[in-house]
């Protein structure tokens, strides 16, 4: 049985979190894994995103659109590009570019209902 908190479990879908305020980032990975997922992050730049990206392979992401180092649009097209689903959660919903007005959004902050329904339409619930 797996408890997914742990990203090398095979079973257990992984998702990017990629946030720059601590406290928020902290209680998304909280929320994430109190669904059943494996977490990488909270990543707070463009540049740890990217990193971890080249190091891991994830199931799905929730982006802040805002970061320390700009906008986290470079990693929402790489993972576009890479089909992996993902969710921007971001307290100006329309600030959303243009080129991602599909993409699924929660505003910050959100609920752990709001997170889990939001996951499982990513992803199908927390086990792959």
Do not use: H, W
Not at 98 to 112: N, V
């Amino acid at each position: 049985m797996t408890d997914g908190n742990d990203p090398s479990d095979a079973d257990t879908a992984t998702v990017l979190i990629v946030e720059d305020e601590f406290l928020i980032g902290m209680d998304m990975e909280i929320m994430l894994q109190d669904c059943g997922y494996g977490t990488f992050g909270p990543c707070d730049t463009v540049l740890s995103a990217m990193q971890t990206l080249d190091d891991n392979d994830v199931d799905a992401a929730v982006l802040d659109l805002d970061l320390r180092d700009g906008s986290s649009v470079p990693v929402a097209k790489r993972l576009r590009a890479q089909d992996t689903p993902f969710v921007f959660s971001t307290g100006r919903p329309g600030r959303i570019p243009e080129a991602f007005t599909d993409t699924p959004r929660l505003t910050k902050p959100c609920s752990l209902v709001e997170l889990r329904r939001a996951m499982s339409k990513l992803l199908g619930g927390g086990r792959r």
